[in-house]
C-alpha cells in the first residue's frame, strides 16, 4: 500500500488535469444497463433508453466477441457523440487491465468522449495497485483532452484478490465511485461449484431439525423443510461496508436467469436491504424490476415520514404503532426519505406516489 499525504490525495496526477472531487454526487443509479455497442440492433435501442433508466453502460468486455471488441470501442464513440443523454448518466466497462484491448479502450475513449463518460467500469480489480494504474493514466489523458472534470472510476469485484483488497481498493483514489459485484467471475476464481451468473442455488441451504419418535431418536428420514441461503451474503456486506466506509457506493451486479424475474426481484431487494444503491440490467426487462427495487416503496416512505414527524428534534424516544423510536431509527428513516427525493427529482411517477402520501404524525 502506497503511503500519500492527504494534501497529495486530492492533487491532480497530471498537470493540467481537472482536480479530484472531495465527495462523490449520489446520483441515481437504480439500474446500470449493459449494452453491446458492436450490436447494432441493441444500440439502436440506446436513444429510446434515455429518461428510462438511471445509468446506460457501453460494455467492452466480457460478453463482447473478441472479433468484436474493436466494433464495439468505435460504436459506443459513435453513439456518445451522436446522442443527448439527457439525465441518463453514461457508463462503460473497459476490458481488462492484462488484455490486449484496454490501452487502446482508454486512448480512444478519453479524448472522444471523455466529456460524456461519467464512469468507467474497471473489470477483475485486484488490489489498489490496478486502481492507481487507471487513476494515473486517466489525469494525463484528461489533461491531454483538455476536460473540466474528472471521470470516476468503478471497480467490479470479481476475483478473491479483489475481496480480500476490497478496503484498500475502495481508498486507493479520490476517483472511486463505487463497486460492484462480479459473482460470475468470482465463483470461478474462488473455485466454487456453481455454473450460473449470480442467483441462489438449491444445493445450499440449512435444512429443519429432524423431528424425534416418542423414543427421543431422531427421525432423519422424515420430511423436513429446507432453507435456500444466499451464496453472496458474505461478499455483498463486506462489499457494503468498505464502500461506505470510504463514501462510495455499492451495486449488486448481473443477474443471469433472464427469464426468472421473480428470483431476480428477490435477489435485488435482498441487495437493497443490505445497503447497495442499485445494480446491473442486461435486459431490456430488468431495468423495471432495478428500478423498483431500489425505489423505497410507498410504504416505507410514509412511515419514515412519520417517524420524522413524532421525532421533533430527533431527540428522545417516542412509540409508534407498539414500537420504540428513538434518535438511531430516525437516522434509518432518513436514509429512506433523503433517498425518495432524490429519485423524486428525476423520476415523476415515483414523485407522484410519494406527493400523495398523507402523513399524520
Ligand atoms: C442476454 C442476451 C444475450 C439476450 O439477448 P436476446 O436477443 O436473446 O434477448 P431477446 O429477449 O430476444 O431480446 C429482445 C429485444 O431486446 C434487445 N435487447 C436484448 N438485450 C438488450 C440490451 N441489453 N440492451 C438493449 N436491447 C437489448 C434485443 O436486441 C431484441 O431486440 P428486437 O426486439 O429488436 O429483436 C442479451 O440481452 C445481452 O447480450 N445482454 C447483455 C449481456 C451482457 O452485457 N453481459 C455482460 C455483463 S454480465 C458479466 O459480465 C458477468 C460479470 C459481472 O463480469 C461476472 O460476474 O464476472
Ligand atoms: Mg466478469
Known amino acids: 500500500m502506497s503511503h500519500k499525504s492527504a494534501k497529495d490525495f486530492f492533487a491532480p496526477l497530471?498537470?493540467?488535469?481537472?482536480?479530484?472531487?472531495?465527495?462523490?454526487?449520489?446520483?441515481?443509479?437504480?439500474?446500470?444497463?449493459?449494452?453491446?455497442?458492436?450490436?447494432?440492433k441493441m444500440a439502436a435501442k440506446v436513444p429510446g433508453m434515455i429518461g428510462t433508466v438511471d445509468v446506460l453502460l457501453g460494455n467492452l468486455e466480457d460478453a463482447i466477441k473478441a472479433d468484436n471488441k474493436v466494433a464495439a470501442r468505435e460504436g459506443l464513440v459513435k453513439i456518445a457523440e451522436s446522442t443527448d443523454f439527457g439525465p441518463t448518466q453514461l457508463w462503460t466497462r473497459i476490458n481488462s487491465l492484462d488484455s490486449p484491448w484496454v490501452l487502446d479502450d482508454l486512448t480512444t475513449l478519453v479524448p472522444a468522449i471523455g466529456d460524456k463518460l461519467d464512469v468507467i467500469m474497471v473489470p477483475k480489480v485486484q488490489g489498489a495497485e490496478d486502481i492507481q494504474y487507471v487513476d494515473r493514466l486517466l489525469a494525463q489523458l484528461e489533461a491531454k483532452a483538455d476536460l473540466d472534470r474528472p471521470i470516476l472510476v468503478h471497480a467490479i469485484l470479481e476475483t478473491a484478490r479483489g475481496v480480500a483488497n476490497v478496503e484498500e481498493i475502495c481508498g486507493a483514489s479520490p476517483r472511486m465511485q463505487g463497486l460492484s459485484l462480479g459473482p460470475a467471475d468470482l465463483a470461478a476464481d474462488r473455485k466454487m461449484k456453481t455454473t450460473r451468473v449470480g442467483g441462489?442455488?438449491?444445493?445450499?441451504?440449512?435444512?429443519?431439525?429432524?423431528?424425534?419418535?416418542?423414543?427421543?431418536?431422531?427421525?432423519?428420514?422424515?420430511?423436513?423443510?429446507t432453507y435456500q441461503q444466499d451464496l453472496w451474503h458474505y461478499t455483498i456486506a463486506k462489499m457494503v461496508d468498505?464502500?461506505?466506509?470510504?463514501?462510495?457506493?455499492?451495486?449488486?451486479?448481473?443477474f443471469g436467469d433472464i427469464a426468472d424475474v421473480v428470483a431476480c426481484e428477490d435477489q435485488f431487494r435482498n441487495a437493497f436491504l443490505l445497503g447497495c444503491v442499485g445494480t446491473w440490467s442486461l435486459h431490456p426487462k430488468q431495468i423495471a424490476i432495478a428500478n423498483k427495487v431500489f425505489s423505497p416503496s410507498v410504504e416505507d416512505i410514509a412511515h419514515a415520514r412519520r417517524v420524522v414527524a413524532a421525532m421533533g428534534d430527533g431527540t428522545g424516544a417516542v412509540m409508534i404503532d407498539g414500537k420504540m423510536e428513538d434518535d438511531a431509527s430516525l437516522k434509518q428513516c432518513l436514509v429512506l426519505v433523503e433517498l425518495a427525493e432524490k429519485l423524486a427529482e428525476i423520476d415523476p411517477d415515483l414523485k407522484a406516489q410519494y406527493d400523495a402520501i398523507e402523513v399524520d404524525a
Do not use: T, W
Open 242 to 254: 468498505a464502500c461506505a466506509m470510504h463514501g462510495i457506493y455499492p451495486y449488486y451486479g448481473p
Open 14 to 40: 497530471a498537470v493540467g488535469a481537472p482536480a479530484p472531487l472531495r465527495e462523490i454526487p449520489a446520483r441515481p443509479s437504480r439500474a446500470i444497463h449493459f449494452f453491446d455497442p458492436s450490436n447494432e
Open 200 to 225: 441462489g442455488h438449491p444445493g445450499y441451504l440449512v435444512r429443519q431439525d429432524p423431528p424425534k419418535d416418542e423414543l427421543g431418536v431422531s427421525r432423519i428420514e422424515a420430511p423436513r423443510a
